[in-house]
């Protein structure tokens, strides 16, 4: 039995519930590279043109912004 027929058999054991996992998964697994790369790029150059995204501020920034502690997020996990 190859490969594919026995992905193929193995499919009618799958709950329904779980189908949707399944279908990410093989659709990941047969997608475009370079299409996926184009369009990621894509996003990330709409990301840096996009004039309302706001200035960066580091992690011990945003931190002090939400009035927490290094130490009281360490201490915390």
Do not use: H, I
């Given at each position: 039995?190859?490969?594919?027929?026995?992905?193929?058999?193995?499919?009618?054991?799958v709950p329904d519930y779980k189908m949707g996992y399944l279908l990410a998964y093989v659709?990941?697994?047969?997608?475009?590279?370079?299409?996926?790369?184009?369009?990621?790029?894509?996003?990330?150059?709409?990301?840096?043109?996009?004039?309302?995204?706001?200035?960066?501020?580091?992690?011990?920034?945003?931190?002090?912004?939400?009035?927490?502690?290094?130490?009281?997020?360490?201490?915390?996990?």
């Amino acid at each position: 039995m190859s490969d594919r027929e026995k992905v193929l058999s193995l499919l009618d054991s799958v709950p329904d519930y779980k189908m949707g996992y399944l279908l990410a998964y093989v659709q990941g697994l047969t997608a475009d590279e370079e299409a996926d790369d184009a369009f990621c790029r894509k996003m990330y150059e709409d990301y840096l043109n996009d004039p309302e995204r706001g200035d960066m501020v580091s992690f011990e920034e945003a931190l002090k912004e939400c009035g927490v502690s290094p130490d009281e997020l360490r201490d915390s996990l």
